[in-house]
């Protein structure tokens, strides 16, 4: 498995120039695309302080695991990460509250249950983590909130928190096979996909990639490689069930879908564009393809906080 290396220093300018690049494109997105690019932006400043916070994992016996198809943080508790996950929790939540003011009411009340100590933070990570949910109900209803708003809440804050730790372990990784459609470091269902670009740079990780599949992983930022004409959620790898959409006069810019599942994800052709785009803000930036494909029926593989379309 190739790793996608992606220079933290870059990451901020990587956000600016992914979001201009739709926003010239598609001005009606404006109010959304710059929310989101407020957000990663508080988003990468929080990752880099973390990065001094993070300490080892002990992964005895994960990589074994792996070739059983089970992520690496599945069986991990996440009790030693208390610190990163407050760090990000009181980085992050001014930073919802300022760009999304619509809840701030319902992100106040969340951050005085953490005061109180009434917010159980490892535990809501976890079950976030394994997307059980069991006690998300119960605590939004004694905080008073939607359970809408404390999901994307600790979604945001896990998103930060597994960010530095995920970069290290997927180096770590080297060439580990893995050919499933879910994050082999957290198990999460991408968020968006991209076919490579040939490199003009001999020995770089995308020699010999040109139009290869990656899946970009939407809470742990890991990238991993796929067969290209496989489904990621159904393995279904039959091409008359698989198509894709796109706007006319948009290059570099589709949405793959299965008929055989009724999901879709959002690709970003690299062979069309000029620069690597932060992958998350191209997501949102895409989102007039998450319209089209809803329209046509088509469910999206990952319910991420920008893709639910109303009516
Ligand atoms: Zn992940
Ligand atoms: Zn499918």
């Not at 997105?29 to 690019?37: G, S, V």
């Not at 932006?41 to 059983?68: E, F, W, Y």
């Not at 030693?80 to 009340?109: C, H, N, S, Y």
Request: hydrophobic share 40%; aromatic share 8%; proline share 7%.
């Amino acid at each position: 498995m190739k790793n996608i290396p992606f220079n933290g220093k870059t990451i901020n300018q990587a956000i600016h120039t992914t979001a201009e690049y739709a926003l010239i494109r598609r001005p009606a997105l404006t109010d959304l695309i710059r929310a989101f690019t407020d957000l990663f932006l508080q988003k990468d400043r929080c990752m880099a302080h973390l990065s001094n916070h993070i300490r080892p994992v002990d992964l005895t016996g994960s990589h074994d695991r792996m070739m059983s198809g089970i992520p690496l943080l599945a069986t991990l508790s996440l009790a030693p990460w208390r610190e990163p996950l407050e760090i990000a929790f009181e980085w992050m939540l001014p930073a919802v509250k300022q760009t999304f003011p619509v809840i701030g009411g319902d992100v106040d009340a969340i951050m005085g249950s953490y005061r109180d100590g009434s917010l159980q933070l490892v535990l809501l990570a976890e079950e976030y983590l394994a997307g059980s949910f069991k006690h998300y109900d119960p605590a939004a209803q004694s905080i008073g909130v939607s359970g809408d708003t404390l999901g994307f809440v600790m979604r945001t804050v896990l998103s930060t928190a597994l960010g530095p730790l995920a970069s290290k372990i997927g180096e770590g990784m080297g060439d580990k096979a893995w050919s499933k459609g879910y994050c082999p470091v957290c198990g999460t269902l991408p968020s968006v996909s991209f076919l490579a670009g040939p490199s003009g740079d001999p020995g770089e990780f995308l020699k010999d990639t040109g139009g290869q599949k990656f899946l970009h992983c939407g809470l742990c930022s890991h990238n991993w490689r796929i067969n290209r004409h496989t489904c990621p959620v159904c393995d279904n790898t039959d091409k008359e069930f698989q198509m894709y959409l796109m706007e006319p006069d948009q290059p570099g810019e589709r949405v793959d879908v299965c008929h055989k599942c009724g999901l879709y994800l959002p690709c970003v052709d690299m062979r069309e564009r000029e620069a690597m785009p932060h992958f998350d803000t191209a997501a949102v930036c895409m989102v007039h393809l998450d319209i089209l494909a809803q329209k046509q029926g088509f469910k999206p593989l990952s319910d991420l906080p920008w893709n639910r379309i109303e009516g």
